[in-house]
């Protein structure tokens, strides 16, 4: 089963607009990632963000976190051409194993950005 | 350094056959994950181990699926009497401890066809 729901599902803008994506979430969660996808394969890390932040920043990437209404944004600035791509947002799932840790990701089913140069 | 690399990068087969994919981690790394995507869809937990041991199969589909980590380095899922639904691109990632704060690394991924 997927948590998160990601929103809008395919989004389309003009290179050096700004691209704004919202992840919804079910359950209580330690901390929310970010991640990337390029032509269906493999997912690129790009930002992590606990559950007691509420922004956080990477390079032209901004991340907001609000646990009240467990939702999450992601915002990249200036688009160019090469951020085209599929963007997902990962929780940590319900772990029973506390003591292990192990952070078990559920995804949601990611929107797809298209910046047309 | 090298990344989590996954053989073959496709793989296409009848129903009814075996097959195994390989993941090879992060060099170090005592997590590792295997994930399923379906097209249109985003990825969803298979298991989990830690070091040799799954510490986590409860993704596992039903018992046609097994993946082994022997000396807890590279690992191998293995999909028995496959079925056209078994359709996806296997992803594996890594990460350093399994900590919740862990990046994962993930792979290329392995499409499979199921015909």
């Known amino acids: 089963s997927q948590q998160g729901e990601e929103d809008p599902q395919a989004l389309s803008i003009q290179e050096g607009e700004n691209a704004t994506m919202n992840c919804s979430y079910k359950?209580?969660?330690?901390?929310l990632q970010w991640y990337r996808q390029n032509s269906g394969r493999g997912l690129v890390h790009l930002i992590l963000?606990?559950?007691?932040?509420r922004e956080k920043h990477s390079g032209r990437l901004r991340v907001t976190l609000d646990t009240s209404k467990k939702s999450s944004s992601l915002l990249i600035t200036a688009s160019r051409a090469a951020d085209t791509a599929s963007y997902f947002c990962a929780t940590d799932a319900d772990r029973p194993w506390i003591i292990q840790g192990a952070q078990k990701l559920v995804f949601g089913q990611g929107t797809r950005l298209t910046i047309n140069p | 350094g090298a990344g989590v690399s996954q053989t073959p990068s496709n793989k296409v087969t009848e129903k009814g056959k075996y097959v195994e994919l390989r993941c090879d981690p992060i060099s170090g790394h005592t997590a590792l994950y295997w994930y399923r995507q379906s097209l249109g869809q985003g990825p969803e937990f298979l298991i989990y181990?830690?070091?040799?041991?799954?510490?986590?199969d409860s993704g596992l589909p039903n018992d046609r699926f097994f993946a082994v980590r022997p000396e807890g380095s590279v690992s191998t899922l293995k999909i028995q009497r496959t079925e056209r639904g078994d359709s996806a691109v296997y992803l594996c990632?890594?990460?350093?401890?399994?900590?919740?704060?862990?990046?994962?690394?993930f792979g290329p991924g392995t499409r499979l066809t199921v015909l």
């Open positions: 990632a890594s990460s350093p401890t399994g900590a919740d704060t862990d990046t994962q690394y």
């Open positions: 359950t209580s969660i330690n901390n």
């Open positions: 181990f830690q070091g040799t041991g799954a510490a986590d």
């Open positions: 963000i606990r559950s007691n932040e």
